[in-house]
């Protein structure tokens, strides 16, 4: 009932010239392969390769693009993300542009320069901003270019790019898939099975393969994906309901608020609007501080996605690498606050921000 733990480093041949299917562990193991294909399956892929962390996910789909190519990114993706391409970048490993993918007007001035990838974060992070998988691939197919769509936030519980037109899907394994903080990790599915042999063969040049012990934990996480999503997006949509009814907020940030720029599209491509959400404090940064100072149950900690609930603060923290102009150019304030909703009790949950906001002098 429960899948063993590889832990060896490598695997005695059968005969000169003859292994069993396994060699050594950073090309290949059965725990990590089990784990790939159980991720395919949720994804609707032809297969997948589990990476040390979600960072090397990203960097593994990068692989596949060189020199000269343009890869088209969400102005408003992950800061780690941003960063990454934005090092590649400079170092002229491929051009990038970062575009509001909401915008027709600028996504159409992107593809008119030919991307050969386009990056897709929706919701985004932390602004939880929806756009259009399947409008945004048929326009990439037009073009020739590939679409990876980075689905952390929602998991294949709750929304499956490939169907609606992605080559490549994206997850930090260390967030709902594993759903227990005590793993870092990464996997990309791919729709083409020769777009895997790809992905494979750089993993292995490269090493950034998953470890077995990893995969375990990750497999195990899985077994309750689906509740535990069921569970925290019920109490996500009450906090959301809860905090766009306080003066003290200026704003917020959920896709299951009929208020949110993209609801309709959210519901017609999501099965659920998931377990995060953003905030922005109408005292700014003093009114931040005294609500972190104040929260006793949310957590002042970066990740998402686990068991129990986190409030995190871009500006400082998980966007602090982009600096301030691409934060204004994103719409990032210094007073905007994200949240994790976690498994506590509902009515915790809500006497817990009560307390905060009532802090905020």
């Known amino acids: 009932m429960t899948p063993p733990i590889y832990l060896t480093s490598t695997f005695a041949f059968k005969a000169y010239d003859e292994h069993g299917g ?16 159980t991720l395919a399956r949720l994804e609707g892929g032809a297969g997948a390769v589990v990476t040390a962390s979600g960072m090397a996910a990203v960097d593994l789909v990068l692989s596949r693009v060189g020199r000269g190519d343009l890869v088209l990114a969400p102005h408003d993706c992950y800061g780690g993300t941003w960063r990454l391409l934005s090092m590649r970048r400079a170092r002229g490993h491929f051009d990038v542009v970062f575009v509001d993918q909401s915008n027709a007007a600028d996504l159409a001035a992107a593809f008119a ?3 050969a990838l386009v990056l897709i974060e929706t919701p985004s992070n932390p602004l939880m901003r929806v756009v259009d998988i399947a409008a945004i691939a048929a326009q990439a197919k037009k073009t020739g270019a590939r679409v990876a769509v980075d689905n952390t936030f929602l998991s294949p519980a709750l929304q499956r790019p490939i169907p609606l037109g992605a080559d490549f899907v994206i997850h930090s394994t260390t967030k709902y898939l594993n759903g227990h903080s005590d793993v870092v990790g990464g996997a990309v599915i791919a729709a083409d099975s020769a777009e895997i042999d790809e992905l494979l063969l750089w993993a292995n040049v490269t090493g950034v393969a998953g470890s077995p012990f990893d995969a375990y934990l990750t497999l195990r996480g899985l077994r309750t994906l689906f509740p535990r999503i069921e569970r925290q997006q019920k109490s996500a949509m009450a906090v959301a309901a809860f905090l766009e009814r306080q ?10 608020l009929a208020s949110h720029p993209q609801h309709a599209l959210a519901k017609a491509q999501q099965t659920g609007f998931g377990a995060m959400l953003s905030f922005e404090l109408a005292g700014g940064v003093e009114a931040v501080r005294q ?12 990740s998402l996605g686990g068991v129990e609930s986190l409030v995190a603060h871009p500006a400082t923290m998980t966007h602090a690498g982009m600096g301030s102009e ?6 990032i304030s210094d007073g905007l606050l994200r949240l994790s909703v976690g498994l506590e009790a509902e009515a915790d949950l809500l006497g817990d921000l009560e307390t905060a906001l009532a802090a905020i002098v």
């Open 22 to 37: 396994y060699e050594y562990s950073r090309t290949a193991n059965p725990g990590r392969d089990l784990l790939a294909d």
């Open 113 to 115: 320069r030919k991307p």
């Open 247 to 256: 003066s003290a907020v200026a704003s917020v940030n959920y896709p299951g």
């Open 291 to 302: 609500f972190v100072e104040a929260v006793a149950i949310f957590t002042l900690a970066e």
């Open 326 to 331: 691409a934060r204004r150019a994103a719409g």
